[in-house]
């Protein structure tokens, strides 16, 4: 078996699409995040739910042919070491100067073109979050880029990476932080299965588009 290949689906993938597990000295399935544990590997596609299926199907004992004890809940120790992971780098963003704090703020980095992506709170209003909202599709129409958006964390876990106190939006900003935090969110976001919001102001983008031209 082709050391990238998911043993749930068979099919081969770059890492980044994969999450890699090992098996630890008392037998049991270890999530390897960072990929650089030793020893053999098997790999699963980085969603819960075929990492849920693998551990349901037991698929591990066939990959590492041998007995291996799965972890009660492998997905969620696995969403919680991507969310550490994630929170993590933001701090690390932050202490580089390379977040905006605030509706105020993150709109005025969204439209100046500074944002790289957003993050809303869980207990984001609809009211604050569609005003970043028109902020984003009015900087795509001016030929900006897509600054996606996330609803990842609750206040509580974005104000504690964030070192303030009712963090309820952020905007991290271009530059090589920036970046260093969107691949993790990106994982974050594709293994909880993406973000809806931002499928629907794409969708809408696109519609508006549309509409432009049929007037043209």
């Known amino acids: 078996m082709n050391d990238r290949t998911c043993i749930v689906t068979r099919r081969q993938a770059e890492p980044d699409e994969l999450i890699r597990f090992v ?16 020893g053999r590997g098997c790999w699963v596609t980085a969603d819960r739910l075929h990492i849920d299926k693998a551990a349901a199907k037991n698929l591990f004992a066939r990959a590492f042919k041998a007995q291996v004890a799965v972890p009660t809940d492998l997905g969620g120790m696995v969403d919680g070491l991507l969310s550490r ?6 701090g ?7 977040i ?8 005025s980095a969204v439209r100046g073109g500074l944002a790289l992506f957003v993050l809303h709170a869980a207990e984001a209003s609809d009211d604050g979050v569609r005003k970043i909202s028109q902020a984003r599709r009015a ?3 001016l030929g900006g880029p897509a600054i996606l958006a996330y609803k990842l964390f609750s206040e509580a876990e974005l104000s504690l990476a964030l070192g303030g106190t009712n963090v309820i939006h952020a905007a ?14 990106v994982a974050l976001d594709r293994y909880r299965g993406g973000s809806p919001d931002d499928l629907a102001m794409l969708a809408a983008v696109a519609d508006e588009d549309d509409a432009a031209e049929d007037m043209e």
């Open 23 to 38: 098996v630890g000295p008392d037998s049991a399935v270890v999530p390897d995040i960072k990929k650089n544990l030793p």
């Open 85 to 90: 992971s994630a929170l993590g780098m933001l």
């Open 92 to 98: 690390l963003a932050r202490k580089a100067g390379a």
């Open 100 to 107: 905006a704090l605030g509706a105020t703020k993150v709109e």
């Open 139 to 141: 900087t795509v129409h």
């Open 172 to 185: 991290v900003l271009a530059g090589d932080a920036g970046r260093a935090v969107q691949k993790r969110m």
